[in-house]
C-alpha cells in the first residue's frame, strides 16, 4: 500500500490564505503593515534561494519584507551593531538572520543579539529558554513547519514515538522540545548514534534532518510509520532530494513528504506567522 503523500505545498496554500487575512488585521490594528528585515552577510547562494522565497510570502501575504546585506568580511562587532540596529527600528516587527554565518563569525553572536521580541525564527538565547522551559515561545520556523505539516493531517502526537534524526540547534533539538510538549515520547539520534535503524524501525513518526541524501530507506521504517523529510540535499546532477530515499519509504510509510514539496513551501511562512502572531507568543512576564 503506497503512503499517502503529505503535501506541504498544498498546505502552503491554505496557510498563505489564513496569514493575508492576519496580516491586514495587524494592519489595521497597528496603523502600519507588518515589517520583516533579513539580514545576510555577504553573498550566500545556498541560501539566497531562501532569502528570496521568504521575501515573495511576505509580499503575497500583505507584509514589508526588507534585505540588509553586510558585508562579508565584518567581524562580530560590526554583526551585533547591524542586528541592534534593526532591534532598535520601529518599522521591523520582525528580524531573521540568514545562518550559517560566513567563517569567523560566531552564531552566538545572533544568539544573544537578536531581540527577541522580534526573533521570528527562534534563534535567540531567550527563545531557547522559553522553548525549554514550556512557556510561549519563538521557534525556528523550520521546526514550526514541521509541526504544523503534522497538525493539519491530523497526525496525532501525544503517546506517539518520534525519532529525530539530526540535533542541530535550529531543527533536530529545538524540535525534540517542541514534540515533547505535545506529549510525544522523543529519541534524537544524530552522527554517532548507532545502529541508526534499530531505532527508526521503533517509530510512529520519524523526523528525517540529517542533511544526508538516502540515508533513511524503507527496511529503516515500521510499516505504516509516518515520515517528515526536512533534508534538503543537492546531488551532482543539480537535483534536490530529501534524506528519505523517497520510492523505498514510500513502499513501507504510512505517510510521506516528498522534497521538493514538503516542509520547504511551509518555513518561510511559518517565520511570518510567528511575525503575525507575536503577541500571543511574546510574553516578557514568563521571561
Ligand atoms: P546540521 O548539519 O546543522 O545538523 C545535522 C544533524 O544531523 C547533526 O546533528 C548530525 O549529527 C546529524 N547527522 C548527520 N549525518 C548523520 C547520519 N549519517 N546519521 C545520523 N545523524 C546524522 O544541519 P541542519 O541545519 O539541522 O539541517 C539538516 C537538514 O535539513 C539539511 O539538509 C538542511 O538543508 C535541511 N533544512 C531544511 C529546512 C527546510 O525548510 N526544509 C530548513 C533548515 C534545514
Request: hydrophobic residues 45%; contains cysteine; aromatic residues 4%.
Amino acid at each position: 500500500m503506497p503512503a499517502q503523500l503529505l503535501d506541504g505545498r498544498a498546505i502552503a496554500k491554505v496557510v498563505r490564505e489564513e496569514l493575508r487575512a492576519l496580516a491586514s488585521e495587524y494592519a489595521e490594528r497597528r496603523g502600519h503593515t507588518a515589517g520583516l528585515a533579513i539580514i545576510r552577510v555577504g553573498e550566500q547562494p545556498a541560501s539566497d534561494v531562501y532569502v528570496r522565497q521568504l521575501l515573495r510570502e511576505a509580499q503575497s501575504i500583505g507584509v514589508r519584507g526588507t534585505l540588509v546585506t553586510l558585508a562579508e568580511d565584518i567581524e562580530d562587532a560590526a554583526l551585533r551593531a547591524g542586528i541592534e540596529a534593526l532591534n532598535d527600528d520601529e518599522e521591523t516587527q520582525g528580524l531573521l538572520v540568514q545562518m550559517p554565518l560566513p567563517p569567523g563569525l560566531s552564531p552566538r553572536v545572533v544568539a544573544e543579539a537578536v531581540s527577541p521580541r522580534k526573533d521570528v525564527d527562534g534563534i535567540s538565547m531567550r527563545s531557547a529558554g522559553n522553548l525549554f522551559l514550556r512557556y510561549p515561545s519563538f521557534v525556528p520556523a523550520t521546526c514550526a513547519a514541521v509541526v504544523e505539516m503534522l497538525d493539519r493531517y491530523q497526525i496525532t502526537l501525544a503517546g506517539q514515538r518520534v525519532v529525530i534524526v539530526g540535533a542541530s540547534n535550529t531543527v533536530g533539538k529545538p524540535l525534540a522540545f517542541m514534540l515533547l510538549a505535545r506529549d510525544a515520547t522523543v529519541t534524537v539520534c544524530h552522527i554517532y548514534t548507532r545502529d541508526l535503524a534499530y531505532w527508526t524501525r521503533q517509530a510512529d513518526i520519524i523526523i528525517a534532518a540529517a542533511g544526508k541524501a538516502g540515508l533513511l530507506t524503507g527496511d529503516m521504517i515500521r510499516p505504516g510509520a509516518t515520515v517528515v523529510d526536512v533534508g534538503i540535499n543537492v546531488l551532482k546532477s543539480g537535483a534536490i532530494v530529501g534524506d528519505v530515499a523517497f520510492e523505498s519509504a514510500a513502499r513501507v510509510a504510512g505517510a510521506l513528504s516528498p522534497v521538493p514539496g514538503g516542509v520547504g513551501p511551509l518555513t518561510p511562512l511559518m517565520a511570518l506567522k510567528q511575525m503575525l502572531l507575536e503577541p500571543q507568543i511574546w510574553t516578557p512576564d514568563a521571561t
